[in-house]
């Protein structure tokens, strides 16, 4: 059961970096949250109000504390676990619910301050913000997604001045897209395998939200307004953003996970475009049942924040490598990265074997692929790393972290 604990002026309740999953909730008193900010290295500090939580977003992303909690006077603070979180709080409409939209506040933070670090040259209104998407696929060859994301602005945006325009790239693109498919076809293609769909969500209750989505179909498309949000069952969807008119990749999302529903909890635009990599199959609701969804369906609302709490997790990691200044680094925080998104069972082991190519480390460390590629030789000339055709080979993974380490401390 959840309990009272007393704590004296100046006591710690837990310390950045600490593994625990309890949830606490100030009851009187004053309690101040530290942090460091990713962005500037400088401490940031936050006050708890009476009556609100703090510790939920470690404890329900299972990660280490990010933040260390102090009292600034005499306080009374209830804690319990997270199962007892669960137990008290899933039934909670109005608890989860403003949970999951300071949640999804916090994660549009870090989609600012991402653009923000790659100079992200802001579109004036969201009609030239979609048309950049469009330009950026058909320049990159994505036909398919190209001609998507202009049917969107159409659709959007039927009196936009650039509406002509639009509908011309759309034409070219169509007739390339075309051409593509019949090739496809033609070389009788297998289709690509795709993952089960997840039990909990495989019922009849759920068949009439599913949707299937073709390899390169953008699902939804960054500016676009926002009134649905979608639960993958089979296949994978990659998150882009268009910075510059030059996609930036910000995630691969797997079956069990869900995307868009920032833009319906906050009432803002699509933050990024969302493209199926292969056969994808979703769920997809809307924003009229949302709530309704998460009122009859606890399980689906816990779910939601713990991936909530994830999500920002892993883009605050992602954003970690973005604001290292030295390029080598970068690519090492990269390495390091996908280390700790693939732990092995001999941690002793040093060396390490990633399934990844150059295009991606350029993704992730927002450089260009020609920049990537030559700081890349760099390490394989020092014989640090070794690159195979869909492999990597990482010869000693503290040598990484060693100099990812000293550019940080002179950032």
């Not at 619910?97 to 506040?105: A, D, I």
């Not at 994660?107 to 009609?127: C, F, G, Y």
Request: net charge positive; aromatic share 10%.
């Amino acid at each position: 059961m959840p309990k009272a604990v007393q704590y004296s002026k100046g006591s710690i309740i837990y310390f950045a970096g600490d593994k625990d999953e309890r949830i606490y909730i100030l009851q009187q008193g004053v309690v101040i949250l530290t942090s460091i900010d990713v962005e500037t290295g400088n401490p940031v500090t936050e006050q708890v109000k009476n009556g609100e939580f703090f510790g939920a977003k470690s404890s329900l992303g299972r990660f280490p504390r990010e933040e260390t909690a102090t009292t600034l006077a005499d306080s009374i603070v209830i804690t319990m676990s997270l199962q007892e979180f669960e137990t008290i709080f899933s039934k909670n409409k109005d608890v989860i619910l403003k949970m999951l939209r300071v949640f999804s506040g916090q994660l549009r933070q870090i989609h600012k301050k991402t653009e923000s670090i790659l100079k992200n040259k802001v579109d004036s209104n969201q009609a030239d913000g979609m048309f950049s998407v469009a330009k950026s696929f058909y320049k990159d060859e994505q036909y398919r997604a190209c001609c998507d994301v202009c049917i969107k602005y159409l659709t959007n945006y039927p009196t936009a001045p650039d509406k002509d325009s639009v509908a011309k790239i759309y034409a070219d693109a169509k007739i390339r897209a075309d051409k593509l498919a019949a090739k496809r076809n033609a070389a009788a293609e297998i289709p690509i395998a795709t993952e089960g769909a997840l039990a909990q969500f495989n019922l009849p209750a759920f068949s009439r939200f599913a949707k299937k989505y073709e390899p390169e179909q953008v699902i939804i498309s960054e500016f676009e307004p926002g009134n649905s949000f979608y639960l993958i069952q089979s296949g994978q969807v990659q998150l882009v953003k268009c910075v510059n008119g030059t996609k930036k990749n910000l995630d691969i999302l797997k079956p069990g996970e869900f995307f868009g529903e920032m833009a319906i909890l906050d009432n803002s635009p699509r933050s990024a475009t969302c493209m199926a990599i292969g056969p994808v199959e979703c769920l997809e609701f809307n924003k009229e049942n949302f709530t309704l969804l998460i009122t009859g369906n606890p399980q689906l609302a816990l779910i939601l924040l713990k991936l909530f709490c994830k999500r920002i997790y892993d883009q605050k990691r992602r954003l970690r490598i973005l604001v290292i200044k030295d390029f080598a680094a970068r690519i090492a925080d990269v390495f390091l990265m996908y280390d700790e998104m693939n732990p092995v069972s001999n941690p002793m082991e040093h060396q390490r074997k990633f399934n990844i190519t150059v295009q991606d480390i350029s993704h992730w460390s927002g450089l260009t692929p020609e920049t990537t590629r030559d700081e890349i030789n760099k390490y394989v000339e020092k014989r640090k790393v070794e690159i195979h055709d869909n492999y990597m080979i990482v010869t000693n993974i503290q040598d990484m972290k060693r100099i990812v380490d000293s550019k940080i401390s002179t950032n």
